[in-house]
């Protein structure tokens, strides 16, 4: 279970008088008090913040656990309140979005034009056929049109299932044959590091390999030729200026039970089919809320910049709904950080007076290896607070972000949580005193815990697996058609536990120190990646027999990805093949997935079932004991 790193001396980094008189939770243990106390009566009133067409009648069903239902009997729609209850106040005229582009374009967007946008757009959805229930795959760069894309497709109550504008023809293939989107949203291309991307180029080729959906909308952005298929192909800008009869400016958002979905979305797992991920409306608008408000002290004149995509989790929480739901201004960054130079992301902060940063370590491991004269030749004293997500923080990244971006003032929030869990779950609150690479507490109702093999606690200290022990309001309801699937994941090692797949510590302060995954998921620069997607790409190469991925220790990327290939006869093994099966990768599952490093080995260790012990691999990798190795075959 050992990976990712090593834990920091125990220092404590405390937030400023001038920082505590403001923020927007005092007494953090008050808040834990109220919520252990009274679990379904403390999300009651966190839910209230919110507007409901009804309201429930149960806050918490657990009757058919693990299948919990929050706020059960509410009639809500998560659009009700990240859009429609601020256009009828003030806030219409005030910014929800601030977008630029990588070539430096700008758009704005108060929530006045957001709420018209999303209106029209989910009246060309109607005009489409898509109803209630329908899933719509949006797959997309960090433009403008992603957000509303999402938000209309909630609106009319149709499920969006986002995939990462970094994947590639076969991940993008399996999620739109298992979700069985009737509509694609996608654009002609996007930047990316001075580069186009040509996703609609990726679009044609995995529709090639599936039952097309009935149509695909395309968003032009770069300008790009691009083919378009008669019948089956229709530009966004084309639809959106269809006559204002059949494309009105207003649309009834649709009353929604609290457990109705609101979208999926695949993450890796252990099978090579990536598990579809689903969230609900009631729950999911207020565990994301109240963690957003509570964690990152939002403000009414904050300007937040979480630096997520929107085809991940993160991007879904704080950069679509949670901002939203807060009503605040949120920046959005189409491109590279280092594009044209090191210094992209700090000049941005500077230009739009940004407040909060919330971003990966990846991502400063990234930026801090320029140094610090590209920070400092900017202006960075909008900033109060910062944070982090993804994977975990070594304490060097840590400290260089506190002092170089953050100038020793604002505490960082090291937020753990994960694409089932929908909102953070082991996080700080801002008045809390910071240790660099732990992630402090669980959120308020959150009770966490480190166990060992049998599920009992570790001690003070010791390594285990991390487990949480009560349901949250913004929790997985199920995996999208295969229940079977997410009680045997999540709920079966230990009954009643929810089973994260994380390792962590915890220490005598009772701050939780999270190591790494303990499962098939590889975690590259943050993002979430299967060993079995992985290998399964591989093996649809005509030279591979077998393969094997391992996730090593990497300087930027925390986590880079190694494997062993076994070659079929008749193929030589070597650079050019290398090469080759890189690209492969590349073109297959995107350029995330390319591989570190690629040995080509004559066998590979197995138990005797035939499953491949990655932990021999693992250990053999980095000069260490290679462990128990009874269940060894070869
Ligand atoms: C890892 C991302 C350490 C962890 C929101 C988790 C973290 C997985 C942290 C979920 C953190 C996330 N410190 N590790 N602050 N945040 N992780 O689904 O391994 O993409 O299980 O959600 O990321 O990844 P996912």
């Known amino acids: ?29 008050a808040l834990r008090r109220e919520a252990t106390d009274d679990l379904e009566g403390y999300w009651a009133r966190r839910a209230k ?34 859009l429609d209850r601020h256009v009828k106040t003030w806030k219409r005229n005030k910014l929800a ?38 899933r719509v795959t949006i797959y997309m760069p960090r433009i403008p049109e992603t957000v509303i894309a999402m938000l209309a497709t909630a609106k009319i109550g149709a499920v969006h299932s986002v995939v990462y504008g970094g994947f590639s023809v076969e991940s993008l293939h399996g999620r739109i044959e298992d979700s069985e989107s009737k509509v694609i949203i996608t654009a002609d291309g996007g930047y990316m590091n001075g580069k186009t991307v040509e996703l609609k180029k990726i679009v044609d080729e995995a529709l090639q390999r599936t039952a097309a959906p009935e149509n695909v909308v395309v968003v032009r952005h770069t300008g790009k030729d691009v083919n378009m298929e008669a019948g089956r192909d229709y530009w966004y800008h084309e639809l959106m200026a269809l006559p204002l009869t059949r494309n009105s400016l207003k649309c009834e958002t649709e009353v929604m039970d609290a457990e109705d979905p609101l979208f999926i979305l695949y ?7 990536p598990k579809a ?67 992209r992301w700090w000049a941005m902060i500077e230009k739009y007076g940004i407040s909060i940063l919330y971003t990966t370590p990846t991502a400063i491991r990234g930026l801090m290896r320029f140094g610090e004269a590209w920070p400092n030749r900017h202006d960075l004293s909008s900033l109060r607070l910062l944070g982090s997500v993804g994977e975990p923080i070594n304490p060097e990244a840590w400290k260089w972000f506190h002092k170089n971006i953050g100038k020793n003032k604002c505490p960082i929030m090291d937020t ?106 590889i975690k590259v620069s943050g993002y979430r990646l299967g060993t079995a997607e992985l290998e399964s790409a591989f093996i649809s190469h005509p030279s591979v027999a077998e393969a094997a991925v391992i996730g090593l220790p990497h300087e930027i990327k925390g986590i880079a990805i190694h ?19 890189k690209h492969h990768i590349g073109h297959e599952m995107g350029p995330i997935a390319k591989p570190e490093k690629i040995e080509f080995v004559p ?14 691999l693992k250990a053999r990798a980095q000069g260490m004991h290679e462990g128990d190795l009874s269940t060894l075959e070869d």
Not at 3 to 23: C, K, N, R, W
Not at 469 to 474: F, I
Not at 603 to 616: A, C, E, F
Request: charged share 20%; net charge negative.
């Open 267 to 273: 993450t890796s797992g252990t099978t090579g089919l």
């Open 416 to 521: 753990w949580w994960q694409t089932e869990t929908g909102m953070f779950m082991i996080a700080p609150l801002p008045a809390m005193s910071l240790k660099p690479g732990s992630g402090s507490k669980p959120y308020p109702g959150v009770i966490a815990d480190v166990v060992d093999e049998e599920g009992v606690p570790v001690k003070t200290g010791e390594e285990g697996f991390l487990v949480l022990k009560t349901p949250w309001p913004a929790m997985m309801r199920t995996i999208y058609k295969d229940p079977e699937r997410y009680v045997k994941s999540y709920w079966s090692k230990y009954p009643g536990m929810y089973l994260a797949g994380d390792s962590a510590r915890r220490d005598k302060d009772g701050y939780y120190w999270i190591i790494g995954r303990v499962d098939d998921v």
């Open 1 to 29: 279970m050992n990976e990712g790193p090593i834990q920091a001396p125990a220092e404590f980094y405390h937030p400023s008088t001038d920082f505590l008189s403001q923020v927007n939770i005092p007494d953090p243990d």
């Open 563 to 581: 494997a062993y290939v076994i070659l079929k006869n008749g193929y030589t093994p070597g650079e050019a093949l290398v090469e080759e099966l």
């Open 603 to 616: 066998s590979l260790p197995k138990t005797r079932s035939g499953k491949i012990m990655r932990r021999v």
């Open 97 to 134: 979005l601030i977008w630029e582009g990588e070539n430096g374009d700008v758009r704005t967007f108060s929530y006045h034009a957001l709420n018209r946008e999303v209106c029209k757009f989910a009246n060309v959805l109607k005009s489409m056929g898509i109803m209630k229930g329908d």
């Open 49 to 82: 913040e919110l507007e409901w067409y009804a309201p429930w009648t149960t806050v918490l069903d657990s009757s058919n656990a693990p299948f919990f239902q929050w706020f059960v009997g509410g009639k809500t729609n998560i659009v009700l309140n990240a």
């Open 277 to 343: 991920i689903l969230h609900t409306h009631g729950g999911y608008q207020v565990g994301v809320h109240a963690t957003l408000t509570d964690v990152f002290d939002l403000k009414e004149e904050d300007r937040w910049w979480c630096t997520a995509d929107p085809g991940w989790i993160t991007g879904h929480s704080y950069i679509v709904y949670g901002p939203l739901l807060a009503g605040a201004t949120s920046f959005m960054y189409e491109g590279a950080p280092t594009f044209p130079y090191p210094d």
